[in-house]
Every structure is written in structure tokens, then in C-alpha cells.
């Protein structure tokens, strides 16, 4: 960093947001359905153009969506105490209690998203009147600055836009540093020469208050999510989309033909003066009605299954052309979305439906590169978290938690088995292998933080031979050793 001051970091991380403004639009377009045109003929009518409009398949939202939902933290677990032992987690600790202020059981989900599809997102960790809270921030508002963006979690500096510029109303930004918080303002992302920075304020951390979430991130510190490799197959997919619907429309209907006869024409009747008539009755002549360009204009036949075609002339002819088959089409679609599904590691049946006749183990064994990928991301995301609970744990004076490098955020179990399999095997863990039956208690299908932490209340409760002992030893003078509970309760 030749020059750190913020007037320059102002300029530097709005450099940034234009530079990549372009690239996270298209993406931005692709996940709300606002895909390329397929190719279609220079001269195409208002009917192709309605065909490509409705050839658009977007597939990006299940991309998504579904590693997304099955990412949910709902338990953060600190880490070593002075004794060596794992602390207990309590829904009254102060770094759970900040995930409740900052009500991030609902928008955790945002950060997810916004991190797979842009390639990353940002938590912003902040001192408000409610204590101090964290929200997600968008990659298309946000950018950092890292001296090694890809191994440093902790920024040296990052940019948020509040408001973008509105004729001559400046735009709006809030920047941070290890320190401070400045207001920034700009006529627009490439005009940097109108960029002011206001001077700065105390955030209350020692660190940039600002935490990437990275979907991945190469050794070259460039972030990449779930779309922007899938925008060739989407694209490909729409374009063969495109054909079937073309092919549909004008090639799948069998076509009747009739050669060797005039169509009837329409005529119009005359009355003796010679004027036209509506009245069959006045009628004297007819002849045939003319169209705007001086020819005569065919009369529409009414023809369908009650109805069959004939002719006086023995040399007419009838017959009709085959429809044109749409099955390849139909087997290219079906192959393309398999390739998405490939290269997405997404389960096929999740994007063709096709589940019919699928044994337990084949569904495990479509669903194992989903899981993997889950994993990747569960371990990406759960260090940001960590690091957003250090800043609030320093923000609130807990210095404890501030040095807490051994914490671990806990994510909820979202595979999908039923209640009783999963108390089968947890039963067998605890039987077979002697795990501790507590220990299994966080393994339970859909379980909570609150309501394990009211599982243990309850336990101890309910441990009269334990609370008895406690009695006993505090009531016991210091030079005598306390008594066992198993005497206790044998006395």
C-alpha cells in the first residue's frame, strides 16, 4: 500500500465496482431470466420474435437454490475454555445472542445466495442503537481491498454504496477501514476525480468491520460462483428451446394440399342498376369481389373432420405432407440439461424429475457430488461466520470472544431421511460404539439450538442423584472429601 490514504482507497474500491459493474450485471440478468437472444434469421417476424421470448428456460435459480437450502447455521459452538474442555454453547451467549439481534436465521439465506451466484458476498458488522449487529451486503454495492485476497480473511479496507446518483444528487458510500468509518460521495464510478471522503469515525474494532463470503476463490484471489460457468449451457439450452418451438409451430402439423383446382372465390350480388346488393332477393348478377389490390379474393373454406373435399374435374388431386419429427429435438433438450446438470454437479433428478424406479442407494449415489459441494461451501462460509462473530465479540467488549479462534459455527443437518432412521442409527452409535447419548443429541434431524439447550436444562433437572451429591458437597466441610453419589444414594 504506497499510498493509504482514504481519499485514494475511496477512488481505488470505486475503480472496482465500475470495472466489474458489466460483469456482475450479466449475471444479475441470467439469475432474473433476462437471458441472450437465441439466434434467429435477420428477417424474422414479430411471430419468431415471440417464439424467442418464450424459449427462455432459466435454469440459474436451481443452481441456486439448491446447495443454498441445504446451508442453515442454527449453532454456534465457542471454543476452548482455560481448562482445556469445550465451553458449553447457551442461546444466552453473547455471540448467539448477536445472531438473534442481527436476526440472521432468515437472512442468512441472502448472504448464500448472493455468494453463489455473484461468486461472493460480504457481512457488514456494525454498533447501532440495538447493540451491534451484522447484515448481508450485495457484490454489486460492495468491494474489498486485500493485501493477499486470496489467503487474507481480514480486508484492509471495503466500500458499500447506499445510494446510487440520481441526476445532480451525488451517490452515497460508506467506507471502512482497520479503524475508521468515512462517508463518501461521487458523481458517478467512473468520474473519480469527483470522489470526497468526510473524515472518519471510530467503527469500535481493530479490523475492517466487512467479512467476504467467497463461494471459491483461486490462488489468484478471483471468486467465482455457480452461474457465470453455467451461462454457455443456459444459453445453449434456450437456443435449443428456440428450434423445438419453431419446429413445433411450423413443421409438426401434417399439411393438405389440393392441385389442379381454383379456390372458390368470394362473390358479391348486383341488382338491375348495377349497384351491389346485400339482399339475395334483389340479386340479378353476381361477380367477383375484388381486394384492395384489384384481384379477386379467395373465399374461406370451413373444413374439418365432419367434412371431406371433392371435385368435379377428374385431374385434381388431394393429398397431404407429413409432419416433421420433433423427438431429436426433444432428446437435445433433455441431453443439454443433463450436461447442466454435470457440470453443476446438480442431481439430474432434481432438474428432469425423473425419479420413477430409483432404488435408495442409486438416489445416494446421485445426490454424493451435491453433497461434496455443500461440504466445500459449508467450510468457506463457516470460517467468515467465525470471523463476523470475533469483530461483534470485540465490538461488545468480550475479549474472550474476540481472541476465540477455535470456534465453530454448527450447521443443521438438511439431508433428507426420515425420524425413525436416523433414531436407528444414532441408537446404534450410542449402543455399539459407546458414544455418549448426549454427545448424539445434536445429530437429531431438525433439532435447534433452543431446544437442545432445553434438552440439557431438562436433564439436569431431572439428575437427582447429581444435584444430591452437589448438595452434599457444599455442605461438607473442605477437609473432608465429599462423598460419591453412588454411596449416597446406597446410604
Not at 452409535?429 to 455418549?436: E, F, K, N, S, T
Given at each position: 500500500?504506497a499510498?493509504?490514504?482514504?481519499?485514494?482507497?475511496?477512488?481505488?474500491?470505486?475503480?472496482?465496482?465500475?470495472?466489474?459493474e458489466?460483469r456482475?450485471?450479466?449475471?444479475?440478468?441470467?439469475?432474473?431470466?433476462?437471458?441472450?437472444d437465441?439466434?434467429?434469421?435477420?428477417?424474422?417476424?414479430?411471430?419468431?420474435?415471440?417464439?424467442?421470448?418464450?424459449?427462455v428456460?432459466?435454469?440459474?435459480?436451481?443452481l441456486?437454490?439448491?446447495?443454498?437450502?441445504a446451508?442453515?447455521?442454527?449453532?454456534?459452538?465457542?471454543?476452548?475454555?482455560?481448562?482445556g474442555l469445550?465451553?458449553?454453547?447457551?442461546?444466552?451467549?453473547?455471540?448467539?445472542?448477536?445472531?438473534?439481534?442481527?436476526?440472521?436465521?432468515?437472512?442468512?439465506?441472502?448472504?448464500?445466495?448472493?455468494a453463489?451466484?455473484?461468486?461472493?458476498?460480504?457481512v457488514?458488522?456494525?454498533?447501532?442503537?440495538?447493540?451491534?449487529?451484522?447484515?448481508?451486503?450485495?457484490?454489486?454495492?460492495?468491494?474489498?481491498?486485500?493485501?493477499?485476497?486470496?489467503?487474507?480473511?481480514e480486508?484492509?479496507?471495503?466500500?458499500?454504496i447506499?445510494?446510487?446518483?440520481?441526476?445532480?444528487?451525488?451517490?452515497?458510500?460508506?467506507?471502512?477501514?482497520?479503524r475508521?468509518?468515512?462517508a463518501?460521495?461521487?458523481?458517478?464510478?467512473s468520474?473519480?476525480?469527483?470522489?470526497?471522503?468526510?473524515?472518519?469515525?471510530?467503527?469500535?474494532?481493530?479490523?475492517?468491520p466487512?467479512?467476504?463470503?467467497?463461494?471459491?476463490?483461486?490462488?489468484?484471489?478471483?471468486?467465482?460462483?455457480?452461474?457465470?460457468p453455467?451461462?454457455?449451457?443456459?444459453?445453449?439450452?434456450?437456443?435449443?428451446?428456440?428450434d423445438?418451438?419453431?419446429a413445433?409451430?411450423?413443421?409438426?402439423?401434417?399439411?393438405r394440399?389440393?392441385?389442379?383446382m381454383?379456390?372458390?372465390?368470394?362473390?358479391?350480388?348486383?341488382?338491375?342498376?348495377?349497384?351491389?346488393?346485400t339482399?339475395?332477393?334483389?340479386a340479378?348478377?353476381?361477380?367477383?369481389?375484388?381486394?384492395?389490390?384489384?384481384?379477386?379474393?379467395?373465399?374461406?373454406i370451413n373444413?374439418?373432420?365432419?367434412?371431406?373435399?371433392?371435385?368435379?374435374d377428374?385431374?385434381?388431386?388431394?393429398g397431404?405432407?407429413?409432419?416433421?419429427p420433433?423427438?431429436?429435438l426433444?432428446?437435445?433438450?433433455?441431453?443439454?440439461?443433463?450436461?447442466l446438470?454435470a457440470?453443476?454437479q446438480?442431481?439430474?433428478?432434481?432438474?428432469?424429475?425423473?425419479?420413477?424406479?430409483?432404488?435408495?442407494?442409486?438416489?445416494?449415489?446421485?445426490?454424493?457430488?451435491?453433497?461434496?459441494?455443500?461440504?466445500?461451501?459449508?467450510s468457506?462460509?463457516?470460517?467468515?461466520?467465525?470471523?463476523?462473530?470475533?469483530?461483534?465479540?470485540?465490538?461488545?467488549g468480550?475479549?474472550?470472544?474476540?481472541?476465540?479462534?477455535?470456534g465453530?459455527?454448527?450447521?443443521?443437518?438438511?439431508e433428507?431421511?426420515?425420524?425413525?432412521?436416523?433414531?436407528?442409527?444414532?441408537?446404534k452409535?450410542?449402543?455399539?460404539?459407546?458414544?455418549?447419548?448426549?454427545?448424539l443429541?445434536?445429530?437429531?434431524?431438525?433439532?435447534?439450538?433452543?431446544?437442545y439447550?432445553?434438552?440439557?436444562?431438562?436433564?439436569?433437572d431431572?439428575?437427582?442423584?447429581?444435584?444430591l451429591a452437589n448438595?452434599?458437597?457444599?455442605a461438607t466441610?473442605s477437609?473432608?472429601?465429599?462423598?460419591?453419589?453412588s454411596?449416597?444414594?446406597?446410604?
Amino acid at each position: 500500500m504506497a499510498d493509504s490514504s482514504p481519499l485514494t482507497l475511496a477512488k481505488e474500491l470505486l475503480a472496482i465496482l465500475d470495472r466489474d459493474e458489466g460483469r456482475l450485471q450479466r449475471i444479475d440478468n441470467f439469475i432474473r431470466g433476462k437471458h441472450d437472444d437465441p439466434y434467429m434469421p435477420p428477417q424474422a417476424d414479430d411471430e419468431y420474435k415471440l417464439l424467442a421470448k418464450r424459449a427462455v428456460s432459466n435454469w440459474i435459480p436451481l443452481l441456486i437454490g439448491t446447495p443454498a437450502q441445504a446451508l442453515y447455521v442454527d449453532g454456534f459452538r465457542p471454543g476452548t475454555s482455560t481448562s482445556g474442555l469445550p465451553e458449553a454453547s447457551s442461546s444466552t451467549s453473547p455471540a448467539w445472542s448477536h445472531w438473534q439481534r442481527s436476526r440472521m436465521d432468515a437472512r442468512q439465506a441472502a448472504v448464500y445466495r448472493g455468494a453463489l451466484g455473484f461468486g461472493h458476498s460480504f457481512v457488514l458488522t456494525e454498533k447501532t442503537k440495538k447493540g451491534v449487529i451484522s447484515k448481508g451486503l450485495s457484490a454489486k454495492k460492495t468491494a474489498a481491498l486485500y493485501e493477499d485476497p486470496a489467503n487474507d480473511d481480514e480486508p484492509y479496507a471495503a466500500i458499500t454504496i447506499t445510494s446510487r446518483p440520481k441526476g445532480d444528487t451525488p451517490g452515497r458510500a460508506r467506507m471502512f477501514d482497520s479503524r475508521y468509518e468515512y462517508a463518501v460521495s461521487f458523481k458517478s464510478l467512473s468520474d473519480l476525480d469527483s470522489v470526497r471522503v468526510a473524515k472518519g469515525r471510530l467503527h469500535g474494532s481493530t479490523e475492517c468491520p466487512v467479512t467476504r463470503f467467497a463461494a471459491q476463490v483461486d490462488l489468484e484471489g478471483r471468486t467465482v460462483g455457480v452461474v457465470e460457468p453455467m451461462i454457455p449451457l443456459q444459453n445453449r439450452i434456450n437456443q435449443t428451446i428456440f428450434d423445438l418451438l419453431v419446429a413445433q409451430t411450423y413443421t409438426s402439423h401434417e399439411v393438405r394440399y389440393a392441385t389442379g383446382m381454383a379456390p372458390p372465390l368470394q362473390m358479391e350480388y348486383l341488382d338491375e342498376a348495377g349497384n351491389v346488393t346485400t339482399d339475395p332477393a334483389l340479386a340479378v348478377d353476381a361477380r367477383p369481389k375484388l381486394g384492395p389490390d384489384g384481384n379477386p379474393m379467395p373465399a374461406q373454406i370451413n373444413h374439418n373432420a365432419r367434412r371431406f373435399l371433392f371435385a368435379e374435374d377428374p385431374d385434381v388431386r388431394f393429398g397431404s405432407l407429413p409432419a416433421g419429427p420433433i423427438t431429436p429435438l426433444i432428446d437435445s433438450v433433455d441431453m443439454s440439461i443433463r450436461h447442466l446438470a454435470a457440470i453443476s454437479q446438480t442431481p439430474p433428478h432434481h432438474l428432469l424429475g425423473q425419479i420413477a424406479n430409483l432404488s435408495a442407494e442409486a438416489l445416494l449415489a446421485a445426490e454424493t457430488a451435491l453433497s461434496r459441494k455443500i461440504t466445500e461451501f459449508q467450510s468457506l462460509f463457516g470460517e467468515s461466520w467465525e470471523r463476523v462473530f470475533r469483530i461483534a465479540a470485540e465490538m461488545e467488549g468480550d475479549t474472550a470472544g474476540n481472541e476465540d479462534y477455535a470456534g465453530e459455527v454448527q450447521w443443521r443437518d438438511m439431508e433428507s431421511r426420515s425420524l425413525a432412521q436416523a433414531a436407528d442409527a444414532l441408537g446404534k452409535l450410542a449402543d455399539q460404539l459407546g458414544i455418549p447419548k448426549r454427545g448424539l443429541w445434536k445429530r437429531v434431524p431438525g433439532v435447534t439450538q433452543t431446544e437442545y439447550e432445553d434438552w440439557e436444562q431438562m436433564a439436569e433437572d431431572d439428575d437427582s442423584v447429581a444435584q444430591l451429591a452437589n448438595a452434599l458437597t457444599r455442605a461438607t466441610p473442605s477437609v473432608s472429601p465429599a462423598p460419591a453419589a453412588s454411596e449416597v444414594v446406597a446410604a
